[in-house]
């Protein structure tokens, strides 16, 4: 089993970064797939990204966030990360990681543990 804790998430205006981090418990984590999604109020939650089990893994973005956002992983400290670049209004969201357990890297469903979320708000 694996517990799923994110940070990072605030208040960023249009243009800016923020550094999300998902710290997992449990000694499994190395061998699971991590995504990151996001829910906007009002719309149903969206792959954003995500990132193969072993340290620099394949990594699969949903096109409105290519070239602008990136996952990394640090097995050795059991955290996953997703680096926002050019951040826009339409970013804003609660930002969740997740654990892979099968099934389509996008989908929700393939994600078996999830966090609680973290807040990214862009104002313009």
């Known amino acids: 089993q694996v517990q799923l804790v994110e940070s990072g998430g605030g208040l960023v205006q249009v243009g800016g970064s923020l550094r999300l981090s998902c710290a997992a418990s449990?000694?499994?984590?190395?061998?699971?797939?991590m995504g990151w999604f996001r829910q906007a109020p009002g719309k149903e939650r969206e792959f954003v990204a995500a990132?193969?089990?072993?340290?620099?893994?394949?990594?699969y973005y949903a096109d409105s966030v290519k070239g602008r956002f990136t996952i990394a992983r640090d097995n050795a400290k059991n955290t996953v990360y997703l680096l926002l670049n050019s951040l826009k209004p339409e970013d804003t969201a609660v930002y969740y990681c997740?654990?892979?357990?099968?099934?389509?890297?996008?989908?929700?469903?393939?994600?078996?543990?999830w966090g609680q979320g973290t807040q990214v708000t862009v104002s313009s």
């Open positions: 997740a654990a892979r357990s099968g099934g389509s890297w996008l989908d929700p469903k393939s994600y078996n543990y």
């Open positions: 449990g000694r499994t984590f190395s061998t699971y797939d």
């Open positions: 990132i193969g089990w072993w340290n620099g893994g394949t990594t």
